[in-house]
């Protein structure tokens, strides 16, 4: 969280044109903290309070983008984002191609998105393959907060509309990120760990349960290559492609529900690259139930990959069980 | 518990292998994969891997010992661990019953792709199905008690032949690698879930499947031995041996052979093989005359694509590739590791890989990739001192060519004075149902041209 909002903090100290625009992100200081503070140093030109309008937040933020400014829109719950779907994947994502390149609409919108706070069905969602549908539109993951503070002035910087997909329970995180502005380059996978009996592809929350689950799988001495795609589109698929080659067996973890994931793409990409041959299992998906994220506690959690299944899902692959 | 080692099962009708070599002894400390002992199968010597880490014990066959396959041969133990009380009787008898098996073989055996490894029962009613299905019992897994064969499990497998197409359960990395070392995956046992071949299954099969292990025993017509003789020695008819019976009694007795001879003057051959050695660069390898030959046999065949060629009962087959084989003598038999497209090669590269063949076939390192595809055979006892001689053809090849020894003879010259040459006098037995006399005339006679004329080729 601190991560995010310093990202923010340092691109509006070095660039006037860019604000930030979301519901509660003022005073209040955003329905998770992320923007805590940053009205006290920018005051509300620049850190902007709107009304409970998610198709007007992505409306400014586009119109913003046009004119000029490199806008910074947060949707409160990634759910929310439905309501500004006509304005983002009809207008956002396809301005630039339909006036032959005469327009860049260089903006970021920020989503909370993901399950475990037990917000129930409406609040937990993780849609972020919906928008890597959409041409046009770039989709970024961050799983650290090193990642998530480079990756988010990388896209700042960057002159395409760009959906950065925040996990609401890893804002508590804690890791090292250099207090300097960096960025860390859109569309390049990251080798999280090596290893050489399967290759564990995860994104946002699951890299860090991938790891734990890695962890207690070494102990077993069985080695987990772990590659986070970090950008979904354009994903880097070289890293995941070489990877597979080595291991052989490839099994995908993420939160959102497996039918008509993310998982399926990055499957498809094996099957079609040069690993295929290598392949000496079948690809697995580990992902969200087909449900709607349940209210109660116990079943908000067995409704997503947990460690635990991670570990048993990764074992059986190695072991030549599927 | 105590892991068995147990004699792997290379080909797809192997039913023995002889121990050449014990890598490691009772005691020895073994790792996973390491090579414990080197055994024969038809030509090609291969390793046998431990199969886990451990402490290797209860060695139960000599060297020299032929072995079933599937045999257990010796134990991995772990600390604390013993050899299994069952095991106390050697399997001496096993030994015994196969190394004096052509003394007693008066009976034909019966056909090996119905016999199952020794140590897996099979209900009667299961072997007569088999029998009449001409199912490979070693491909049918058993369900009956102690992995009993029971008819249903020939049922089931014919039943998933059918439904399959007899298509084979691998993965994708298992294909690969079996197409890389040309193995058939339908001789091997998958280790995965439904019995699904998966990249180890194909490693640890490690082999082709030798072409010539399709052939029939040759024991049909074998003599009982004259007890008013006194024996020397039995040598057991197994590996490199049985094969090169097998194919030569193939060959003599379904292609009808003729032979044709021609003497060929080397001295421009030899003249140009000597140049270029002594113009050769430094590590570059010496051309050899076996390098020069092949060279111009290669030429010949392209020449000639009716001598490099097979029959079969439909059709006579004429192939593109002219892979030539290089009979080479060992120890204990003979085997012909082959240049690949050897047309396309020119002589330095023939001659690398003619020593490089020569030298791994010698320490029995060949693969059975160097061994596979041969389109022709060159025999050549030159170095034996043999001034002419007939060889019998390599099948299902059409024909073989069989090479002396360079002679000095005077021949006249264009005024009728003697004088010196360099000769060296090629046979060829061809296959007369693929080709008439003619025909081989025409290609011996272009493989003279070639020789004498090698400096226009090679240029």
Redesign the interface.
């Known amino acids: 969280m601190e991560a995010l909002r310093e990202g923010m903090r340092q691109a509006m100290q070095q660039d006037e044109r860019v604000f930030v625009i979301g519901e509660d992100i003022g005073v209040y200081g955003g329905a998770f903290g992320v923007t805590a503070g940053l009205i006290d140093e920018f005051g509300p030109k620049r850190i902007i309070d709107t009304p409970i309008s998610e198709a007007g937040i992505a409306g400014a933020v586009i119109g913003a983008a046009i004119t000029g400014m490199r806008p910074i829109g947060e949707i409160q719950f990634s759910d929310f984002v439905v309501i500004s779907m006509e304005q983002l994947v009809m207008q956002g994502a396809k301005m630039r191609f339909m006036f032959g390149g005469k327009a860049d609409v260089p903006f970021v919108m920020r989503l909370a998105g993901g399950s475990g706070t037990g917000a129930a069905a409406q609040h937990s969602e993780s849609l972020e393959n919906w928008f890597v549908h959409v041409p046009g539109l770039k989709v970024v993951m961050p799983s650290s907060p090193y990642d998530a503070k480079g990756l988010l002035l990388a896209a700042i910087q960057d002159n395409n509309p760009i959906m950065f997909f925040e996990h609401k329970l890893l804002y508590k995180t804690k890791g090292p990120v250099p207090e300097e502005m960096y960025t860390i380059p859109l569309g390049q996978s990251h080798v999280v760990r090596e290893g050489k009996d399967l290759t564990l592809i995860a994104t946002s929350i699951m890299v860090s349960r991938a790891q734990q689950a890695a962890e207690q799988l070494a102990e077993e001495g069985i080695e987990i290559e772990i590659i986070d795609p970090r950008t979904l589109k354009p994903l880097d698929e070289k890293p995941i492609v070489d990877s597979v080659i080595k291991t052989?067996k490839a099994l995908i973890v993420h939160e959102a529900v497996k039918t008509g994931g993310f998982g399926g793409e990055l499957a498809a990409v094996i099957m079609e690259s040069e690993a295929?041959?290598?392949?000496?299992?079948p690809v697995r998906r580990l992902a969200g139930l087909d449900m709607p994220i349940p209210y109660n506690r116990n079943l908000e959690y067995h409704a997503v990959p947990q460690v635990e299944n991670i570990v048993e899902e990764a074992r059986k692959l190695v072991k030549?069980?599927? | 518990m105590a892991k068995e080692i147990i004699m792997p099962k290379f080909g797809f009708t192997q039913e023995e292998s002889e121990i050449l070599e014990w890598l490691k002894q009772n005691g020895d400390k073994v790792e996973k994969g390491d090579p414990i002992a080197v055994v024969s199968t038809d030509k090609v010597s291969m390793e046998v891997e431990a199969p886990e880490s451990g402490i290797l014990d209860g060695i139960r066959y000599k060297v020299g010992d032929t072995v079933p396959v599937t045999q257990i041969i010796a134990y991995v133990l772990q600390p604390g661990e013993k050899i299994p009380e069952s095991d106390s009787t050697p399997a001496a008898a096993h030994t015994a019953e196969i190394t004096t098996e052509p003394k007693t073989e008066t009976a034909q055996k019966p056909a090996p792709s119905l016999e199952r490894a020794a140590g897996v029962s099979i209900s009667p009613v299961a072997q007569r199905l088999a029998d009449d299905k001409q199912v490979d019992l070693n491909l049918v897994r058993g369900s009956g008690k102690d992995g009993q064969i029971t008819r249903k499990d020939v049922e089931d497998y014919l039943a998933n032949q059918e439904k399959t197409g007899g298509k084979v359960k691998a993965?994708?990395?298992?294909?690969?690698i079996a197409g890389e070392k040309q193995i058939d995956l339908r001789t091997i046992t998958g280790?995965?879930?439904t019995g699904r071949i998966?990249?180890?299954d194909v490693v640890s099969a490690r082999t082709a499947e030798a072409p010539a292990a399709q052939v029939k025993p040759a024991a049909a017509g074998s003599q009982a031995v004259n007890p008013a003789l006194k024996v020397l020695k039995e040598i057991p008819l197994v590996g490199m041996r049985r094969t090169i019976a097998q194919n030569m009694q193939r060959s003599m007795q379904e292609a009808p052979h003729m032979f044709l001879q021609v003497d060929v003057e080397m001295d421009a051959a030899e003249g140009l093989r000597k140049l270029a050695n002594e113009n050769k660069m430094e590590n570059s390898p010496k051309v050899s005359v076996t390098a020069l030959i092949v060279k111009a046999v290669a030429q010949a065949l392209k020449q000639n694509p009716i001598v490099n060629s097979q029959f079969t009962s439909e059709k006579i087959v004429l192939y593109e590739d002219i892979n030539v084989g290089v009979a080479t003598a060992l120890d204990n038999g003979l085997i012909v590791p082959v240049i690949h497209n050897a047309d396309r090669k020119d002589l330095k590269q023939i001659s690398l890989e003619v020593s490089d063949l020569a030298l791994r076939a010698r320490n029995n390192k060949l693969q059975p990739d160097d061994l596979a595809n041969g389109t022709f055979t060159i025999s050549n006892l030159g170095m034996f001192g043999i001034d002419r001689f007939t060889a019998i053809i390599n099948p299902p090849q059409a024909a073989i060519l069989a090479v002396g020894k360079m002679n000095q003879v005077f021949v006249p010259d264009e005024n009728g004075q003697p004088v010196l040459r360099s000769v060296v006098s090629f046979s060829l037995s061809a296959d007369h149902r693929v080709m008439d006399g003619s025909q081989a005339a025409k290609f011996l006679t272009d493989l003279k041209n070639n020789l004498i004329n090698l400096g226009e080729i090679v240029k």
């Open positions: 052989g295929f041959a290598y392949l000496d299992a030549g069980q599927y | 993965t994708p990395a298992a294909r690969r280790s995965g879930p998966q990249a180890a």
